[in-house]
């Protein structure tokens, strides 16, 4: 079945610093999508991904989906302590009826 | 606009009972997404509903659980017979459509 992989499971940075991230599929997307979990919260939507190649920004924040629609990486500008959590990509493959497959996550911790 | 609302946020249950999860999706939603998740672990889809309809129920062991979306009232997810395996946080999420997942605050079932 279609995995998504994110690697590693755990990132710790110094406040300021810049941080990238990345999310890999084994099978084609037709868009990917972007959440962050906070400690002891839920889910919440960041951002989707559909076309090849796009580029989205939220304030820091950076989205890239790859060229082949396989890879989606997220880049984070001088880090805050405000960005803690754990962010999650999830791929939807060509044709899959909606069903989202989630990455294990990045949980990112920063030290002020 | 109320967001997607679940009942009950913690719930016990003693190996062998049985737990109803409940998800009352956001106003005009009519796709809703049951996942699973594990301590430091990604969300596990388990089933996806429609109105009145499963659409996808791959993730969903096929004993002892089910779910459902009725015409009225909210969506059901249901573990009969619950061993310790059982023990996680269950969340809902609802969509109006293929897009974006609105997630709800999840319960935290925990079976002794």
């Known amino acids: 079945g279609q995995q998504v992989m994110q690697i590693p499971q755990y990132q710790h940075v110094q406040e300021g610093e810049d941080f990238t991230t990345y999310c890999n599929s084994s099978?084609?997307?037709?868009?990917i999508q972007w959440y962050k979990q906070r400690p002891g919260g839920h889910p919440v939507f960041l951002i989707q991904l559909v076309k090849s190649g796009e580029v989205k920004k939220q304030k820091r924040l950076t989205f890239q989906f790859g060229e082949a629609k396989k890879n989606s990486s997220l880049h984070i500008t001088a880090t805050q302590t405000t960005d803690v959590g754990t962010y999650f990509c999830a791929g939807e493959p060509t044709g899959a009826n909606s069903k989202l497959t989630f990455g294990k996550g990045i949980t990112l911790s920063v030290r002020p | 606009n109320a967001g997607v609302m679940q009942n009950p946020r913690h719930l016990v249950r003693r190996r062998g009972q049985e737990a109803r999860l409940r998800c009352s999706p956001m106003k005009g939603h009519s796709h809703v997404y049951w996942y699973r998740q594990l301590p430091e672990e990604g969300l596990k889809f388990m089933v996806y509903?429609?109105?009145?309809?499963?659409?996808?129920e791959s993730g969903m062991p096929k004993e002892r659980f089910s779910a459902e979306f009725p015409k009225e009232g909210p969506s059901i997810l249901r573990i009969q017979q619950v061993v310790r395996g059982d023990s996680a946080a269950y969340f809902c999420a609802s969509s109006p459509a293929a897009y974006e997942q609105y997630f709800g605050p999840g319960t935290r079932l925990t079976v002794t």
């Open positions: 509903l429609q109105k009145e309809n499963i659409i996808d």
């Open positions: 099978t084609t997307l037709s868009n």
